[in-house]
């Protein structure tokens, strides 16, 4: 996982390399390290961030998962400088921030609700952050024009933002926000208000934006799939703590805790007790006496153990094989490219089952036994 | 055959001229009829007498070249405007302090704007001579701090009546302001401060323009207002401060001044209407009842005014922005945040103490043991209330008073809550207009309004009858029941009542198991407007009542203007009490129509 990292930073580098020797019209910052340590925010008796520490890379695409009364959009506003912290320290690119007020910290930032200025057109809104900054207004048009040509609102400039759809309004706000190439970029559920299909496109959007600009994005989100589409790592939180840092495909493949594995994706847990530890491979049965293997990295290797299999990893038949297990399907839903399946195993346990549909295998209905099973890598055991 | 399709034909004409007795835009009338005959009429006959001389400019050019007239047509716009003016640069950072604060504190602040609010104009004009008067206590406390040697005259120059003006109209420029400060979107200044704009800077650039149609609306509605200011003036002002409706009552002892009385009146109103018709071209009419657009029948297609000539300026603007403009700007934004919020504190801080101080030294009065009044008192006694409760003619008065004021509420809530029905549930065009014509007394000087209703009385002999001032007290009740009303139900769904209709209900029926309940507390809060507000009327009053029928207002101001005794300020006090009760009571429906007149 860690090389994925790596991977992408470098091909990032590589993209730096490129835009530098090409020209200077292409975009390009080289994002900020975060480093937020021992962070604690409380209103009252309500611990919104409870000593948080989280490392960001330079140019990292971060996402801040959980649900809501996580604390996701309380750090975020931490760091943007919206709040005081109570204690701890955020220092960007190895210097403390804290006392340093949210005009002057040079981020960038694209809010829920857009947050644009009605008062000013879409161009006049994209060139605020550079006149604040002082250019003058040749530098400024400039920039204002390439900005809106990357987001491809060039002919929405004299608009108002009132004239415009959602999706083109959260546009014209990630335009705002990326202007000044700031070494951050920071991003409060900025597709929370758009509708699926838009949310998906500009999903690949801000994806594209993040090689091209180079910054570091930090991202709040509560939608799981919105964070593993887009992210290098996810931060997922819970009641003001972070509970897991990982990459997508870890953070789906091997969670760390129950919170994790039911808040990130759909998951099967499956309680069962440790018969045998090999390496890093453990033997389980569950409750009905169902035997089966599963991947671990656990120190312990004897007692109860709740394991988890996501729905796609399950196996059905109609007929029993070797290591298979039994199941009553409940209910049996066809949603096209797939089937999802509801089945009660003999343990007594609901069993989540998504499977492709087979030409010619007929729709299980409910009341028919089905035999399940999964293989050692399909499953994996918490802690 | 033909003769069932005729028959079918027939039926269907019946039932769609039943329906149409049905609509909503028939709930209209009864207010519609009222205000046409009382409000309407006399109107249109003062207009009609003032044009009655030998030339239809006679008594006008009278009013205009008589210096006299002139002078103070002159000296009451400039004392508006300047008003006006105060009202928005104390009450712009007040209704800041009240969008900021949190909690129990925004409460307390909160109530100290709008407490003040329902409060007679005559007690808290009363409450400001007791304030600066030669025993009062602020020319007291200047000579206990060595500032003055001997108490001075503060009383009776341009400068009281300011302060009295900007003191009593502030509140309506504080609640216009706020409400257009608490829909903005708080979002937009973290992203003016994340796009690098200093605190000030966002409130230039982005705070302010925001505002702008709050500001507009405040500054109108204060400026129409003291335009036709009589009772402040009066009381505070000296000779050299007579404002244009000053002269109006004052001609008005004059039985021979018939048709040029009205010409001052007329002019009165002219400039009053004309302001407010260009004022409502820009800010659209919906600032006077505070409320947003009405739902009209036909939509109007939403114009996009302002390109064009954004784009002209351009070119001359563009310079002087880029030269000072931008860079003032971002000067400006270096200062901290501190100095906004202190500013903003200490402005706000200094108009609630402005605005409580005089009710609570006014209060304290009342329970003087002194025979004048003086500030601290001596001592304590409440020998002042057992005057007032024990005087036959004030207890005349207080339940004259009280008499008036309930039937001038019950007829402006029955005609008031009628006409909102109608304008809110209603489908028919000029909804705008309509609206308008609803709430527009509240726009006519009550010098005017007085002086033309005078003649009707006289022509019907109405004078000095109760009912009659209930029902002149009711022209100024319907406005503010129409738009509380119209407010709360604009807050019930539609779909409510379409779901009870659907199941079975029939209209009278959804009415009362739907809607009435869902704006009962709006009519309560309604009826309780209207009430104080025909409890507080005075100028009117001064108009159409007799020796016999006194008001508690005109008891009070004639003592006002012979003998500043302790017992006014009883009276005071008890009027405190009362609206500090109504609003307890109103409170939470206050919270939602807030803004409104």
Request: hydrophobic share 50%.
């Amino acid at each position: 996982m860690t090389d994925g990292l790596a991977g992408r930073a470098e091909r990032r580098q590589h993209i730096a390399e490129q835009a530098g020797n090409s020209s200077g019209r292409v975009f390009q910052a080289i994002g900020s390290s975060i480093e937020v340590a021992n962070v604690t925010k409380r209103y009252g008796p309500f611990c919104a961030a409870d000593d948080i520490s989280l490392t960001i890379q330079p140019g990292e695409f971060i996402t801040l998962l959980g649900p809501s009364g996580s604390g996701k959009t309380t750090l975020l506003n931490l760091i943007a400088g919206f709040q005081k912290l109570d204690s701890g320290e955020i220092l960007v690119d190895g210097k403390p921030i804290h006392h340093v007020p949210t005009h002057r910290r040079g981020f960038g930032m694209v809010f829920q609700s857009y947050a644009l200025f009605p008062n000013m057109t879409v161009s006049q809104n994209v060139g605020f952050p550079l006149r604040m900054a002082g250019m003058d207004r040749e530098t400024t048009e400039r920039r204002v024009a390439e900005t809106l040509e990357i987001m491809r609102l060039s002919e929405h400039a004299l608009k108002t933002p009132s004239q415009m759809s959602g999706g083109q309004q959260q546009r014209v706000a990630i335009a705002r926000a990326i202007v000044m190439r700031p070494k951050v970029v920071l991003m409060d559920e900025p597709l929370s208000a758009l509708d699926r299909r838009l949310r998906e496109s500009i999903q690949i959007e801000i994806r594209e934006l993040h090689q091209t600009i180079g910054s570091t994005i930090l991202f709040v989100t509560h939608d799981q799939g919105e964070a593993l589409t887009m992210s290098d790592r996810i931060a997922v939180l819970d009641a003001g703590k972070i509970v897991q840092v990982a990459t997508p495909v870890e953070l789906y493949r091997h969670p760390e805790t129950r919170f994790v594995a039911s808040f990130v994706g759909e998951s099967n847990l499956i309680e069962a007790e440790i018969v045998q530890k090999r390496g890093s491979t453990m033997t389980l049965k569950n409750k009905a006496g169902y035997v089966f293997n599963a991947e671990s990295r656990n120190a312990i290797d004897v007692g109860r153990a709740t394991v988890l299999v996501r729905p796609e990893r399950i196996a059905i038949s109609n007929e029993p094989a070797s290591n298979t297990t039994q199941a009553t399907v409940t209910s049996a839903i066809f949603l096209g490219e797939i089937l999802r399946i509801e089945a009660k195993m003999e343990s007594g346990e609901t069993l989540l089952i998504r499977c492709s549909d087979i030409a010619g295998r007929a729709m299980p209905s409910p009341g028919d036994t089905i035999h399940v099973s999964w293989g050692a890598e399909d499953c994996w055991v918490l802690a | 055959m033909s003769m069932a399709v005729a028959g079918s034909l027939r039926g269907a004409r019946a039932a769609s001229f039943s329906e149409q007795l049905r609509k909503p835009v028939w709930l209209l009338v009864p207010a519609a009829c009222f205000l046409a005959f009382i409000y309407l009429l006399p109107l249109f006959d003062l207009v009609r007498i003032s044009l009655s001389g030998p030339s239809w400019a006679t008594h006008f050019e009278r009013v205009f070249a008589v210096s006299l007239y002139w002078d103070s047509l002159v000296r009451t716009i400039k004392i508006s405007a300047t008003v006006a003016f105060l009202c928005l640069l104390f009450g712009y950072p007040t209704a800041l302090l009240i969008h900021r604060s949190k909690g129990i504190v925004q409460v307390l602040i909160a109530t100290a704007i709008v407490l003040p609010y329902f409060i007679a104009i005559l007690i808290r004009t009363y409450a400001w001579m007791v304030l600066l008067g030669r025993n009062g206590p602020i020319n007291k406390l200047a000579i206990w701090l060595g500032i003055l040697d001997e108490p001075a005259q503060l009383l009776f120059n341009r400068g009281s009546v300011l302060l009295g003006m900007t003191a009593v109209l502030l509140p309506l420029m504080v609640l216009s302001i706020y409400s257009s400060v608490s829909r903005l979107d708080p979002s937009l200044k973290r992203a003016a401060l994340a796009s690098g704009a200093g605190p000030l800077a966002v409130f230039w650039r982005v705070l302010l323009p925001l505002t702008l149609p709050g500001i507009g609306a405040g500054v109108l509605i204060v400026f129409v207002t003291a335009l036709g200011f009589f009772i402040t003036p009066t009381l505070l002002g000296g000779p050299a401060d007579q404002m244009f409706a000053m002269h109006i009552t004052q001609q008005a002892d004059f039985a021979t001044s018939e048709g040029f009385l009205q010409a001052l009146a007329v002019v009165l109103l002219t400039i009053t209407l004309g302001v407010v018709a260009v004022a409502g071209k820009f800010l659209g009419y919906e600032f006077i009842w505070g409320g947003g657009k009405l739902v009209e029948a036909t939509p109007t297609p939403s114009e996009t005014r302002g390109r064009d000539k954004s784009a002209r300026q351009r070119s001359i603007g563009t310079f002087f922005a880029d030269a000072i403009g931008w860079p003032l700007l971002r000067l400006v934004g270096r200062l901290p945040a501190s100095f906004g919020t202190w500013t903003v504190r200490l402005m706000g801080g200094f108009v609630v103490l402005a605005l409580m101080v005089p009710i609570i030294v006014v209060m304290i009065i009342s329970f003087s043991k002194a025979s004048f009044l003086t500030f601290p008192p001596p001592g304590f006694s409440l020998r002042w209330y057992e005057k007032f409760f024990s005087d036959p003619e004030w207890m005349a008065a207080f339940f004259n008073s009280l008499t008036i004021a309930l039937m001038s509420s019950a007829l402006a809530v029955t005609l008031g809550t009628a006409a909102a029905m109608g304008v809110v549930r209603g489908t028919f065009k000029g909804k705008t207009a309509v609206m308008l014509l609803l709430v527009s007394p509240v726009i006519v000087p009550p010098v005017v309004l007085g002086l033309s209703l005078y003649s009707l009385f006289l022509r019907f002999d109405m004078v000095g009858t109760t009912w009659g001032l209930a029902a002149a007290h009711a022209i100024g009740g319907i406005p503010l029941v129409v738009v509380v009303i119209a407010a709360s139900l604009q807050g019930v769904d539609p779909r409510l009542e379409q779901a009870a209709a659907v199941h079975g209900a029939s209209p009278l029926r959804v009415f009362r198991t739907v809607t009435l309940p869902a704006i009962a507390p709006g009519v309560a809060a309604a009826a309780f407007f209207a009430f104080l507000h025909s409890f507080d009327e005075l100028v009117l009053s001064l108009f159409l009542s007799s020796a016999q029928l006194k008001t508690l207002p005109l008891r009070l101001w004639a003592d006002v203007n012979y003998q500043l005794n302790p017992v006014l300020a009883v009276v005071s006090t008890l009027e405190v009490l009362l609206v500090v009760g109504g609003i307890a009571l109103a409170r939470p429906v206050l919270a939602r129509s807030r803004g409104a007149i």
